[in-house]
């Protein structure tokens, strides 16, 4: 029996998940060589994580511990099992991840959200899309299909945003240098919350972008890139 | 005698010194407890710095090492002085500073440009100014003070693209944690870069980013607040 279980987003399909933050804690499960099962959790399940005292995943219960917060949880498995592969390279590295964890959070995850809010909707348990349709029209101020109608123009300034990413990628295999840390992680969970709730393509081919995102697909006996569901794979 | 000298940009007064890029070595060189002397160089002066092999500054000349491109220079002061404060905090610190340094290099130093490069061509040897108006106007399309003319409207753009770093701000002083690390004198660079240059105030006065870049003015006895040219100095 497994003492450790994640609350994790999913979809109408139960196996379908695709929260950011809940990738990213789920490969940093995974870096650690611990082993979980998860919990499908939707928005409109607040009682089932309320013992968290929030109302939003991930949750982690390891043991008698419950964090919640993808950074928090990072911290937390960083500190609990630190004789397993480290998360940011030490105290300083992990400092530094913050910027990573900023920029992903205003930059990345704003973007990718204007390119495909109005394909997670459709991927939604039909008791979750009211909630999240009413909830984000009102972040975007307009419907959800209005915000993705021009996303073949605006991929491009998403690309644009990229940059700094796509500059360290021609430098190195990972932001965290020869072999990844949690700062790829980070950014990694934002492509994938694309890659399995859209079929909307968020780079071009020859981006440099594009094999790291391979790598990390590939990681973990390909844990992630198995994970999209079979509507959205194309040949 | 001091066997160690660094090439570093000077404007028409042979005092003022104000590239982003030597403003980040010459923190990292204080960082290191390192003592140093430097030369004076013009855009121009391409004969001057031939020996490095290429003509941009900075050059840092230790004892019989010569290594050019900042990035170069602070990875060649960690592994030559490698008891004193580390500006990485580790190689995997090191390899995350690389996305701080690609978000400054594309995100900050282009945005900073469009405020102030008609306060540049100011402040610049008379032999550098045709030099530089050249090359910035040919870079930008337009003359400089066209560059520059709705700039009051363009900065709050440019705050907004800081939020990454304000977000990590709020959280912890600097970007390397508890103390600065080498990705503070990046970003810091692009600062005080503007703060030598030009009037133009980047941030309001509540940003919270004005208090980190306060502690660095201060820091090594008030080094960077004093470089600021009296002709810019404020009440």
């Not at 021009?150 to 300034?157: A, K, Q």
């Amino acid at each position: 029996m497994i003492n450790r279980v994640m609350y994790d987003l999913a979809g109408a399909n139960v196996n379908l998940r695709f929260s950011p933050y809940c990738w990213r804690s789920r490969m940093a499960l995974l870096h650690k060589n611990l082993q979980f099962e998860t919990v499908p959790w939707r928005f409109t399940d607040k009682e089932a994580i309320a013992f968290s005292g929030q109302g939003l995943v991930p949750v982690l219960v390891d043991k008698d511990q419950v964090v919640h917060d993808s950074w928090a949880i990072a911290d937390y498995l960083e500190r609990t099992y630190p004789d397993a592969p480290s998360l940011f390279g030490g105290d300083k590295g992990q400092s530094l991840t913050r910027f990573i964890n900023e920029f992903t959070h205003s930059v990345v995850i704003p973007g990718i959200a204007r390119l495909i809010v109005s394909d997670i909707v459709k991927i939604l348990d039909e008791r979750d899309r009211a909630y999240f349709r009413e909830t984000r029209e009102k972040h975007f101020g307009q419907p959800l299909e209005e915000v993705t109608s021009n996303r073949d123009v605006e991929v491009v300034g998403f690309r644009k945003s990229l940059d700094p990413a796509r500059r360290v990628l021609t430098r190195q295999p990972y932001l965290g240098g020869s072999t990844p840390l949690y700062a790829d992680y980070i950014l990694f969970g934002a492509f994938q919350w694309a890659r399995c709730a859209s079929p909307f393509e968020l780079l071009t081919e020859e981006d440099p972008i594009v094999p790291w995102r391979d790598r990390l697909l590939d990681a973990f006996d390909g844990h992630a890139r198995h994970a999209r569901p079979p509507f959205l794979r194309t040949a």
